[in-house]
């Protein structure tokens, strides 16, 4: 397995992430990552910094958890 540097924005984006999929009550990452429309290990990739999510995907996460894309992006609450 390649190990991936993950810098302080990308993992407190996947952080806000991760928080706002369990605000939502989505305790597993792959029920949500099914109802954003990727697969479980993309997501499991932005919850874990490695990698971010289109503008788009971003939309419908903030969508399906209620959470602001203000909060996802920034953490502004």
């Excluded at 996947?14 to 479980?40: K, M, N, T, W, Y």
Aim: net charge positive; hydrophobic share 40%; no cysteine.
């Amino acid at each position: 397995m390649v190990k991936v540097k993950v810098d302080k924005f990308h993992r407190q984006l996947g952080d806000r992430i991760r928080a706002a999929r369990i605000a939502a009550g989505f305790s597993s990452a792959a029920d949500l990552a099914r109802a954003v429309g990727v697969e479980p290990p993309t997501f499991r990739k932005w919850e874990r910094g490695e990698s971010e999510p289109t503008y788009p995907q971003l939309i419908e996460l903030a969508r399906k958890t209620g959470a602001s894309l203000d909060f996802i992006v920034a953490g502004h609450k």
